[in-house]
């Protein structure tokens, strides 16, 4: 997801919450040495949403258990972990979404990091509905059917405008824009966070309360609730190339790794295991799932592992 930050990397990097895990992991004694070379401090930023948390927990859990790393996780929006590929505090992004603008900045211009390999993530932003409300409407799965239902998702917040309601609120939407650029009688309300926003279709769907909103794949809820996406004009090349005009669906993605040029050239063997780090969207979501319900990193990373041994293994293959 795209996330417009407003903090800095030294604010960020202080967060506290299910993330406040840094470098706690070190203590873990590695089982196995796939390189003789030191693997030394990886740091990793960690983006606030659970499937990047899936992300982070295998990484860190493998990179400390079989090389021997020190891990430090560090909770960060998108825009600020790229920046810290300048400063030193970044060495990975794990779950890279599009971000064509971040790339060209930081590694065409700047040429402080690199790409280093797709996630094997398939990325689906867009809108969706709770299921009852697509079975009870079916049309309502067409954006150019909305204006009819408006009324239904009035709230005290939208002015007698129907309510879309979006995520965290520093995630980057297309939103405000379609909303406009379509000619929606709908209103953009921030749910405040990933948990509150799933909490809300999940409380839509049980309740049989009228919900619309942003939501993305890969997400372990939609195994719970299998939210029912809306069709927007379909996406094409360059459709959103000038934001204040976009009128197309979401780009889907096939997510990406970047490093730090200095990390790239470290001689870390952790820097080719990231490279080689690939999974499923099912994958992911097995262990974003036990993330949301508390389990620990290690704990939910564990239990991945041990179930996953022969596709851990061929990540520390040596080339």
């Known amino acids: 997801m ?57 990484v860190s859990y493998v990179l400390k258990t079989r090389l021997g790393c020190t891990v430090e996780l560090k909770t960060l929006t998108e825009e600020v972990s790229w920046q810290g590929f300048g400063t030193g505090a970044v060495d990975v992004i794990l779950e890279n979404w599009g971000h064509d603008d971040l790339k060209k900045k930081y590694i065409d211009d700047q040429k402080v990091a690199v790409e280093h390999g797709e996630t094997g993530n398939k990325g689906i932003i867009g809108w969706y509905v709770p299921p009852w409300l697509a079975e009870k409407y079916p049309d309502i799965t067409k954006s150019e059917n909305l204006n009819k239902y408006a009324d239904l998702f009035k709230t005290s917040e939208t002015g007698g405008k129907g309510q879309l309601l979006d995520g965290d609120p520093t995630y980057v939407t297309n939103d405000e824009a379609l909303v406009k650029n379509l000619n929606l009688n709908f209103k953009v309300v921030y749910a ?26 890969p997400q372990w809820f939609l195994s719970d609730v299998k939210l029912v996406h809306v069709s927007l004009p379909a996406y094409t090349p360059g459709c959103d190339a000038v934001a204040t005009a976009i009128k197309c669906d979401y780009q889907p993605y096939d997510l990406d790794k970047i490093i730090s040029k200095k990390f790239a050239t470290s001689g870390s063997p952790a820097v080719e295991m990231l490279k080689k780090f690939n999974w499923t969207n099912a994958e992911q979501n097995l262990v974003a799932k036990d993330i949301s319900k508390k389990v620990s990193y290690d704990d939910a990373a564990k239990k991945w592992v041990d179930a996953n041994s022969a596709k851990v293994d061929a990540w520390l293959k040596a080339s």
Request: glycine letters at 8%; aromatic letters at 8%.
């Open 2 to 58: 795209k996330v417009r930050p407003t903090w800095t990397v030294a604010v960020a990097a202080v967060l506290t919450g299910a993330l406040a895990l840094t470098a706690c992991g070190s203590k873990i004694q590695p089982t196995t040495q796939a390189s003789t070379k030191p693997c030394g401090t990886v740091n990793i930023a960690v983006n606030p949403w659970v499937g990047y948390e899936a992300n982070a927990a295998v």
């Open 192 to 217: 405040g966070s990933e948990a509150a926003l799933i909490e809300a279709f999940k409380s839509a769907e049980q309740n049989k309360k009228p919900l619309i909103g942003y939501f993305y794949e």
